[in-house]
């Protein structure tokens, strides 16, 4: 049974596996996150936000409609706080940074960016680690584009890794899975609370830096 990390009278949250749509897809049959909260709570929830099927990490439902709305303007307002984890490709050589470049969603469904037709994204980034051929690092996205992240470190050259659609090897034996995770979420309730969430990776996650060989000081840069 899928069980909530925090529960109250308004809002439940979990931590969402890899592999696991949030929502329905074409196949209504098919398991998704939506679909086992309801089931363990009992009732129909609202969705708020949502993270890709690759993605592990923390999704917040509404338990009922006012809930729903004040979340989703907290949404909208970009009110709400969220950290993500990523591994991406190569040595990012700055220790912080941020990435401002618009996205559209492009007819088949994939997202890139246009300066001129696209929204505006706007992505902070710490480096928390270096490895030989890769960097871990905590992401804040102030926006909330579709696949924002996949695309605005595909963008300048460090795509995660695990991403074939944006731009990183194939998972596989060296990539398992897509190597992004939603580790933390933070807003302010209705009533004036500040709230906020944290989920540590997953071990899917963890063994994937297990196995990597960290950049040793003597090593070039490039």
């Not at 069980?3 to 749509?21: R, S």
């Amino acid at each position: 049974m899928m069980n909530p990390l925090y529960l109250d009278d308004d809002i439940a949250v979990f931590d969402k596996p890899t592999g696991l749509a949030s929502i329905p897809e074409r196949n209504p049959d098919a398991a998704c996150l939506l679909h086992l909260a309801e089931t363990a709570l009992g009732q129909k929830l609202f969705i708020v936000h949502r993270l890709d099927k690759e993605v592990s990490g923390l999704i917040l439902f509404a338990r009922h409609a006012a809930a729903h709305r004040f979340l989703n303007a907290c949404f909208a307002g970009r009110t709400v706080e969220k950290r993500y984890l990523l591994l991406a490709l190569g040595r990012i050589m700055s220790d912080r940074g941020q990435i401002d470049a618009a996205i559209r969603q492009y007819g088949s469904g994939r997202m890139g960016i246009d300066p001129e037709r696209g929204k505006p994204s706007l992505t902070e980034y710490a480096v928390l680690k270096r490895f030989s051929g890769s960097s871990l690092v905590r992401a804040f996205p102030h926006t909330g584009r579709r696949h924002q992240l996949r695309v605005h470190f595909y963008s300048i050259g460090h795509p995660i890794a695990g991403d074939p659609r944006y731009g990183g090897t194939p998972t596989g034996p060296a990539w398992p899975r897509l190597m992004l995770h939603a580790e933390a979420i933070a807003f302010t309730t209705a009533a004036g609370i500040p709230l906020e969430f944290t989920a540590p990776p997953p071990a899917s996650f963890t063994a994937v830096l297990e196995r990597l060989e960290p950049l040793r000081p003597k090593d070039p840069l490039l």
